[in-house]
């Protein structure tokens, strides 16, 4: 399971909880609903993984009916925006994430996050283009962000671009 495809980092959870945005119980039934369901994915029962995607969902409509609740009250934060972008991603509505990850970057542009979940979300689209340029975008905020140089010459690679890969591995190995 990639960091990125998880509902909502530790810190974000409790940081979402201590502003108000999501209540401690949420944060405990999100966490073990998707540890349970990885576990049970991973051991092949697909009776129990089935039981606990549906349960999942559930779990995860009523957190973004809890981040639409929050925008409401207050719109200025990114973070209800870009949460709901992961639980839509979660919930394999992916036009739908890309909407509210472009509104979550209106309010904080730049946010690193965010950039990392937009390159995850058009490379999975195979959108390989736009998933290169926000790459860039970070790589100019971080230069040396050993994870983004990875991405870039991957994508370089996928994209057919040989010797770009190729300078890109030799900048990363140096």
Known sequence: MHEHDLLLSESRMRENRTSGSMSE???TELWNGLRHRHEAQAAGNTEVFDSLTNTGRRYLESA????????????????????IGVITVRLQQYDEALV?????????????DLMRNMVSLHRREGNLDSSLSYVKAMLELT?????????????????GFTDSANIVFEKIIS
């Open 143 to 159: 230069p040396d962000d050993i994870e983004q140089l990875t991405n870039e010459a991957g994508l370089y690679a996928e994209l």
């Open 64 to 83: 973004k009916g809890l981040f639409l609740a929050s925008l409401e009250m207050d719109s200025s934060r990114s973070e209800p925006f870009q949460n």
């Open 25 to 27: 119980g949420v944060e």
């Open 100 to 112: 509210w990850y472009r509104k979550s970057l209106e309010v904080k542009p730049g946010d690193p």
